[in-house]
């Protein structure tokens, strides 16, 4: 019985590890069993780039090799992590200094690094005359040398004709929700370019700087026209070479009005920030 038992055993063994030779699933097996150790790696922490890394690797399922690669890149994260937390802890000398250091800090208010707008954004808003909205959009190009402008109005008269500008000044609700855009002031022309000649202003879209106030968005890319559904949307795909979003000419904390054919406001907004860098 024993003896059989043995032998019985024997072939057993032997056949399994026949099949373990032949079954392709056996390497995958040994593999995951070598990728264990993978899941002892400290979990993400608050550190977002070592937060990564490590789902990158739990993402991509590394092979052993990439595992002796990635071992050492573990270990200089925890002593990182350790070394920080040691200063911080054994050092309560530094975070005096610190301590010395911040009432000088709020003296120097150029210091804090300020975020890069990217784009800027006019939330058009009805006024008493008209219930028109939509937005007037600014994106610098690539380059930042040049500006695209979007304008998608909704709420027009069905075919009629409108200009848009940039004016001076920001521009508030009254209290019945209707815009004030009275208060956008005059066009934004900060070249002084109707001054020249209030009364024979004509821009030339092809000279644009010379003949055209940096606000004048019509004169420069055409007027607004309606569709039949009182709506327009159009993406101006030449940039406006000389609109900034910020700097002396910028067009920031300013407003886009909108002008009905008569001149009349019948529509404004202030544009803001959008999306910083
Ligand atoms: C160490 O500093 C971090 C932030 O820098 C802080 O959140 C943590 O409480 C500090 N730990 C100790 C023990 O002071
Ligand atoms: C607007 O113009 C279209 C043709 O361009 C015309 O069919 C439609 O009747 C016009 N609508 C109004 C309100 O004038």
Known sequence: MIGVSFSTLAICLIAALVLAAHQPSSASILKLNLDLPISLFPTPGPDADSGAEASSIDRFGPSP???QMIAPDANSMDTEASTTTSTNESSPVTSTTTAIDSPILPTDTSSPPQPTVVSAFANIHRTKYASIHGFVSFVPSPAKQATFIKIALNGLVPN???????????VSSLSNSRWDCEQADGHFDPLNIKAAGELTYQCDPLRPKETCELGDISGKF?????????S???????????????????VLQRSVVVHNKDGQRVACGNIAPMAYA
């Open 222 to 230: 055409g007027d607004v026209v309606a569709t039949k559904y009182g």
């Open 65 to 67: 090799n990439q595992w």
């Open 232 to 250: 327009y949307i159009r993406l101006i795909d030449t940039p406006d070479p000389h609109l900034t979003l910020v700097g002396e000419f910028g």
């Open 160 to 170: 009629a004709t409108y200009k848009v500008h940039i004016h001076r000044n920001v």
